[in-house]
């Protein structure tokens, strides 16, 4: 039997436009948000009664977050229209041409690895990737969207998709959003060349760095 699911507005703690989300299972007091740099976004729920409780709760899936903020989820009565600014995952906005989406949880993780600090920009496919991801936009559930102007810019990505992948330390939410990238790009590369697209290689062969790898996070 299919659940029943609620739906939840609250306003952005920024912005204070009205945010919406679709929810089954046990009621939610709180959308949660984190700041990882470029203002807060969306990045779960807490069925915490307490306010102080349920603004702890990002920090178990990412803890390097530059602040966190809790507001009020208030249901939506039956028939009640609700106004749609929605940031939980729900289906996708239309993207651009060439565009790519990275994963929440994955792009969190880009965020804070050597790739990010421009330290291998001497390598020329590491600095194209750190351009690309500075230039992204966050979208819908922490997502990122990029437009990579290389083939390599994917590949790079996906070295560190896979690492994850593997890695011992890496969260749940992190090995998900893991695969789910390598998907993507598996698909974005099928129709590139089914488009006939002119994304080059930058460097000939694929020479995997390890600095590329690395898991450490910035300070």
């Known amino acids: 039997m299919a659940s029943t699911k609620t739906t939840y507005t609250t306003k952005h703690p920024e912005t204070g436009g009205t945010v919406t989300a679709e929810k089954g299972g046990k009621p939610i007091q709180w959308f949660t948000w984190i700041d990882l740099g470029k203002g807060l976004v969306h990045i779960g729920y807490s ?61 969190d993780h880009l965020a804070h690895t050597n790739l990010a600090t421009g330290s291998d920009d001497h390598d020329p496919t590491s600095k194209a990737t750190r351009e690309a991801l500075d230039a992204g936009r966050r979208g819908r559930g922490r997502t990122l969207i990029i437009k990579p102007q290389s083939i390599d810019v994917l590949n790079v990505i996906s070295e560190y998709a896979e690492s994850l992948l593997t890695a011992d330390d890496a969260t749940r939410a992190e090995r998900t959003a893991a695969q789910k990238w390598v998907e993507l790009a598996g698909h974005a590369r099928k129709q590139a060349a089914a488009e006939g697209d002119t994304l080059l290689s930058l460097t000939t062969g694929h020479a995997i760095r390890a600095a590329r790898l690395d898991r450490s996070r910035k300070t």
């Not at 603004?55 to 039956?78: C, D, F, H, I, M």
């Not at 028939?79 to 939980?88: D, L």
Request: charged share 25%; net charge negative.
């Open 47 to 107: 069925a915490q009664a307490d306010y102080a409780k349920a603004v702890k709760a990002p920090r178990s899936t990412n803890p390097y977050g530059l602040r966190y903020e809790a507001t009020p989820a208030q249901p939506v009565e039956e028939g009640e229209p609700a106004e749609v600014e929605q940031t939980a995952p729900t289906a996708p906005a239309a993207r651009r041409s060439g565009e790519v989406t990275i994963p929440g949880a994955l792009a």
